[in-house]
């Protein structure tokens, strides 16, 4: 039966690492991957992290299934540092979490619980979005939709066509959001346009999904959270994919969650029963190694001061990155203006480079990039940064 099989399409971003990794240029460079790496090219872990786990490992005593939903302190501590400790939503109990591998997990549950129970609507994604949303929730059998997102001309958010968009879109359909950080643009909407996007989402009784995965990584925990806040009013539904591999360091360890906010406690009850289903029938029981770091760092006030610090410190790397690239590429005389590099937020940007650019920094430079042109601005550091700039004014 399976030499009956043909190779499988590579993975358009993981298939760059392994290209990456295959090339001995020595001045290659990665910014594929959505990897943060710190000054001298390294994905650290951090010190926050380090001592959270030799608490955990010190004190663990079974290594017995976690419920299917995962751990209730973690749940607990992932709702508060979505919406903060007071929220009406979490005083109501009308939000539930389940515990799942990763942010790409959490989509996936949420995919299914949304095939399993409204599969007639489809799922509305902006354009562009990450490569994987759409494979995702079609694996789940869901319908993909897209509506506009991204100006091409302006490299900013093409806000008109994107709430006119949102208007006409059927009611009871689900709308992904991106919570901060855009990914792959970089650009996201304005406090006065979340407010805009808030408004029509409960006019037009859509069900928002946001994927919340770089919270802390654009101007802070609160500041990125502006949209989630707006989304979060009286009585509303929506569901929130997280993750804790960015904004933790916490790749490897695939620690995500999926959080579900009811109409009330007994709403969200009903619902969790359901989420518990797709977690049973997918993956069964979520790992706990990397969610009790997480829970032990939140749980504790010094560390979780450490921690807000260490996130500090990787969210401004990135962004004086951003301005020392805009540099960078003026000062080798590129008359293109690049100066729209400095107001994206996050890891990545579309940096406007062309398809036949991102091909010849690849098979000249050995510089790798996905080939819509979006970079990864934390795979650049002082040591490459020259070299980056030198290639991209050769490629133009």
């Known amino acids: 039966m399976f030499e009956q099989l043909e190779m499988a399409p590579t993975d358009p971003i993981l298939g760059l690492s392994a290209a990456f990794k295959s090339n001995s240029n020595p001045e290659k460079i990665n910014l594929g991957v959505g990897v943060y790496q710190d000054g001298s090219g390294q994905t650290p872990i951090l010190d926050s992290v380090k001592t959270a786990e030799e608490r955990v490992l010190a004190n663990e005593k079974s290594k017995s299934y976690l419920s299917i939903e995962g751990s209730p302190e973690y749940g607990i501590a992932v709702r508060k540092l979505l919406l903060g400790p007071e929220h009406e939503i979490l005083s109501s109990e009308r939000a539930v979490t389940v515990q799942s591998p990763g942010g790409t997990g959490a989509l996936r549950i949420a995919g299914d619980f949304l095939a399993r129970h409204y599969g007639d609507r489809p799922i509305w994604l902006s354009e562009p979005t990450w490569a994987n949303h759409p494979k995702i929730f079609q694996a789940a059998g869901l319908q993909v939709e897209t509506y506009p997102y991204f100006d091409a001309e302006t490299n900013g958010l093409n806000e008109s066509a994107l709430l006119t968009a ?222 980056f700039c030198e290639s991209v004014a050769a490629v133009l």
Request: aromatic share 8%; hydrophobic share 40%; glycine share 10%.
């Open 166 to 387: 949102l208007a006409k879109i059927p009611e009871g359909h689900t709308v992904l959001l991106h919570g901060c950080c855009h990914n792959p643009t970089g650009v996201d909407p304005s406090p006065a346009c979340w407010g805009q996007i808030a408004d029509i989402i409960a006019e037009r009784n859509l069900l928002p999904l946001v994927d919340f995965a770089y919270q802390g990584l654009g101007d802070g925990f609160r500041e990125d959270a502006v949209g989630l806040e707006a989304l979060s009013r009286p009585g509303c539904e929506l569901l929130i994919a997280s993750s804790f591999s960015k904004n933790f360091g916490l790749y490897k360890e695939r620690v995500g969650a999926l959080t579900l906010v009811g109409a009330d406690r007994d709403t969200a009850a009903k619902a969790m029963s359901h989420l518990k289903v797709a977690v049973r029938t997918s993956y069964s029981n979520p790992p706990a190694h990397g969610s009790a770091i997480v829970s032990e760092i939140l749980g504790d006030e010094a560390l979780s001061a450490q921690w807000e610090g260490e996130v500090a410190q990787m969210r401004k790397r990135i962004n004086d990155m951003r301005v020392e690239l805009v540099r960078g590429l003026k000062a080798k005389g590129i008359e293109h203006n690049f100066s729209f590099i400095e107001q994206q937020r996050g890891m990545f940007s579309f940096s406007g480079l062309g398809a036949e650019q991102v091909e010849a920094l690849r098979g000249k430079y050995a510089i790798y990039i996905v080939s819509g042109g979006r970079i990864n601005v934390a795979g650049l550091t002082s040591a490459n940064l020259d070299y």
